[in-house]
Nanobody, 127 residues
Framework: QVHVVESGGGLVQPGGSLRLSCAAS????????IGWFRQAPGKEREGISC????????YYADSVKGRFTISRDNAKNTVYLQMNSLKPGDTAVYFC????????????????????WGQGTQVTVSS
């Protein structure tokens, strides 16, 4: 049975940092790409980053580029999202999702292409 579980959310002040983790079981990062998405109150869920299986190519939404870094530890079957310089606008529920494909283009943020989703972790950026 496949599970992806997010952790690491919480309350942080503007300008602060958090590291989210996405732990996968029942699948291998050797064959699955992992995407991070978020949904703010009253807004649609959006893609923010992805790391591809195989060559580890990374992708970012413009809104987080330069502040967020995605990485993976295949031995631990875990993907991380390091979030720095957080802003109140980053407040959202953050989800990770797994997709059995090598990511090669702009469809990394197409949610219907992802096979497995976690339950989400809340990130609140507030003073």
């Amino acid at each position: 049975q496949v599970h992806v579980v997010e952790s690491g959310g919480g309350l942080v002040q503007p300008g602060g940092s958090l590291r989210l983790s996405c732990a996968a079981s029942g699948l291998s990062l050797d064959y699955y790409s992992i995407g991070w998405f978020r949904q703010a109150p009253g807004k649609e869920r959006e893609g923010i980053s992805c790391i591809s299986t195989s060559d580890g190519s990374t992708y970012y939404a413009d809104s987080v580029k330069g502040r967020f870094t995605i990485s993976r530890d295949n031995a631990k079957n875990t993907v991380y999202l390091q979030m720095n310089s957080l802003k109140p606008g980053d407040t959202a529920v953050y989800f990770c999702a797994a997709r059995q494909a090598v990511i090669t283009g702009t469809n990394w943020a197409v949610q219907r292409l992802y096979d497995y989703w976690g339950q989400g972790t809340q990130v609140t950026v507030s003073s």
